[in-house]
C-alpha cells in the first residue's frame, strides 16, 4: 500500500463520521461542494499549527488531531456559526502509521463532537504542519462580529482563563502531578464554545476567541470598536488548581495564556439579564466596555503584570 | 513595525483587489463570511505547495504567488466553477521583505486576473509552506465531476502538454535559452481554465485537472466512472518547442508531467459538435472513453514509455 493509500485509509472514514446533510460532494474530487441553506451565510477560517512553534516536537497526535480542529473551531464559535465541516491540509515529514492513526482518531473525536465532516484535504510532504479550514453557517446578517462592542456592554469571558498556558511547563513532564494534570487537560483538550456562541447571535454585540491570552483579544474587540475597557482583576476566572500552582502569578497567566479557547463576549447588561439562566451561567462577568480608547485593569497589583502595562495597569 | 503587521500590510491590499460582492466580511475577523447567491453550490478546494517538494529552494517569490493560487484554482476550473475568494495559510521562516513584496505583487497579479478576493489567512512562522483554498460556486447540481465518463465520449485536453514538466530542468539555469525559455513560461505561470471549465458545465461528462500527468489524471475519471480510454498517441497536442528540445522522449513528458495545469474532460461527440466554434477549437481530442477497464494508448513506439506500461502499450 502506498503512503498516500495510506492516508486516505485513515482519513476517509472522518468523511463520514459527522453531519454531512450540507456536504454535498466530500473528498476525493478536484474540489468539495457545499450546499448553504437558504438564507444562512458560509462563515470559514484558517487556523495553522507548526511543529515547534504552536505545540512542541513530539506531541502526542492522540491530543494533536483534537486540539487542531478545536483551535480552528473556536473561531466558528466566537462568530455564533453552526459548524458544518472542515478541510486538512497536512504536510507529514513521513507517513508512520502510529502517528497517523492516533492522528486520525484524535481528529474523528473532535469532528464527531462538533459536528463537523471532512470535506477534502491536500497531503503533502514536509515538516510537520496542519492548517484546518472551518466551515460554519450563520443567519444571514447575523455573525457577531468583534466591531460590535458599545460602552456600557458587560465584557464578559465563557470559562476559567489561563489553565492552558501553565500546562506549558508540564508537556513534557512524564509523571505530572494531579494539578498538572489539571491544566494538561485544558491545553491537550479544549472545547470550543460552538453551542454557546451559537445561543449569543442576536445578544452578544461583539465577540473573539481568546487565542493570545484576554488582554491581547479584547484588545482587537476595543480597536474595531473604538471603545475601551475597564477589567475587574478580581473578577477573572481562574481554575483553583491554577492558583494553587502560581498563586498571585496566577491573574498573570489568566490575562495573557492563550491556549485554552474560550470566548470574550461583549454584551448590553439588560441583554444579559433577560438571557436564560443556563447562558447567564455559563458567562463571567469581568468588566465594562467605556468610551474612552484603552484597556485599564481595575485591582491588580500593578508588579504582578506583565510588561506591556503602564502605572496606571493600562495596557500600552 | 512588527513582523506581522509588515504581512498584513503586504496582503491587505489583496482582501480589495477582485471582485467581492459574495464577500461579506474579508480578513480582520475571528472569521470570513460569504454569501452564496440562492441556487449556487458552493464549491471548494485546499492546495498546498512546500518548498523543496512542489518547488526548488530560492523559487523567485515574484513567480511562487501566482502559481500558489493558479494551482489551487485549476481544481475550480475542473468542476466548472465561478471563483470567487481565497484563504491564504502561509507558513515562512522569517518575514523577509524583498521575498513578501515579491510574493503578494504575484499573488495579487493572480487574485485580478482570476477574479478572486482574499478572504482571510493564517500566517505562521516554519518551513515555507503555502496552502490556498479556493472558494467558486457552480449552479445547484451542475458541478462537473469525475464519475461522469461513459463510453463512446471523447477525451480531450484544453492545451499542450509536457512544457511545464520540461521546464523543471531549467529551474535554476541562470541563463536560458529561448526554448528552455518556452518551458518555464508555463511552469512560472499557469493559465487555470478557469472560462472553459464553466463554459463546459452541463457540457462535459467529467473532467479533472492535469497536475500529475494526463496518464495519472486521466486513470482518476476512469475509476471514478468505471470506464476505459483508449487514447491516440498521435494527437497529444505538444508545444513545437518542446518537441525541439526532446524529441521521442517528448510524448514521455507530455503524458506523464503534470505542471501544465490544463484540463482533461470527456464529452460525448454530439455534444462537442454542437460547443462554439471558439470554445471546441479550445479543445484538442486526443482519444476515446471505452466500456472495457484499461488505459491503452495507441501508436506510441513502447520503447519510449515510462515505467508502469506493460507490453500492450496498457498502463499496469
Chains 1, 2 share one sequence.
Not at 494538561?184 to 445561543?199: A, D, I, K, N
Not at 494553587?244 to 489568566?254: F, I, R, V
Request: proline content about 7%; hydrophobic content about 45%.
Amino acid at each position: 500500500m502506498g503512503e498516500f493509500d495510506l492516508i486516505r485509509q485513515y482519513f476517509q472514514p472522518l468523511a463520514g463520521s459527522a453531519m454531512t446533510d450540507q456536504l454535498v460532494l466530500g473528498p476525493g474530487d478536484d474540489c468539495a461542494i457545499q450546499r448553504i441553506p437558504a438564507g444562512r451565510d458560509l462563515v470559514f477560517s484558517v487556523d495553522t499549527l507548526v511543529e515547534g512553534v504552536h505545540f512542541p516536537l513530539n506531541y502526542s497526535s492522540r491530543y494533536l488531531g483534537w486540539r487542531a480542529l478545536a483551535v480552528a473551531a473556536s473561531d466558528l464559535a466566537a462568530m455564533g456559526a453552526k459548524p458544518v465541516c472542515f478541510t486538512l491540509a497536512l504536510t507529514l515529514p513521513e507517513a508512520n502509521p502510529d502517528w497517523l492513526s492516533g492522528f486520525a482518531e484524535s481528529l474523528s473525536k473532535a469532528s464527531s463532537a462538533f459536528g463537523m465532516a471532512l470535506a477534502g484535504g491536500d497531503t503533502t510532504r514536509g515538516a510537520l504542519t496542519i492548517s484546518i479550514q472551518v466551515h460554519g453557517t450563520v443567519a444571514e446578517g447575523a455573525a457577531i462580529q468583534r466591531s460590535g462592542a458599545r460602552p456600557g456592554d458587560l465584557i464578559c469571558v465563557t470559562g476559567p482563563l489561563g489553565a492552558a498556558g501553565a500546562a506549558l511547563a508540564f508537556l513534557e513532564d512524564p509523571k505530572p502531578g494531579p494539578l498538572a494534570r489539571a491544566m494538561l487537560v485544558r491545553y491537550h483538550s479544549p472545547e470550543p464554545r460552538l453551542e454557546l456562541g451559537q445561543q449569543l447571535v442576536g445578544k452578544a454585540s461583539a465577540a473573539i476567541d481568546i487565542s493570545d491570552g484576554l488582554l491581547a483579544d479584547l484588545q482587537h474587540i476595543l480597536e474595531a470598536s473604538s471603545v475601551g475597557a475597564e477589567l475587574q482583576a478580581g473578577t477573572i476566572p481562574m481554575m483553583p488548581e491554577l492558583v494553587q500552582l502560581h498563586g498571585d502569578q496566577s491573574l498573570n497567566l489568566a490575562l495573557t495564556a492563550g491556549d485554552d479557547y474560550e470566548l470574550c463576549v461583549t454584551i448590553a447588561p439588560e441583554v444579559l439579564k433577560r438571557l436564560a439562566p443556563d447562558i447567564q451561567a455559563q458567562l463571567a462577568v469581568v468588566g465594562q466596555v467605556v468610551k474612552t480608547p484603552g484597556l485599564s485593569l481595575i485591582g491588580a497589583d500593578l508588579t504582578d503584570m506583565p510588561p506591556g502595562f503602564d502605572h496606571f495597569g493600562r495596557l500600552v
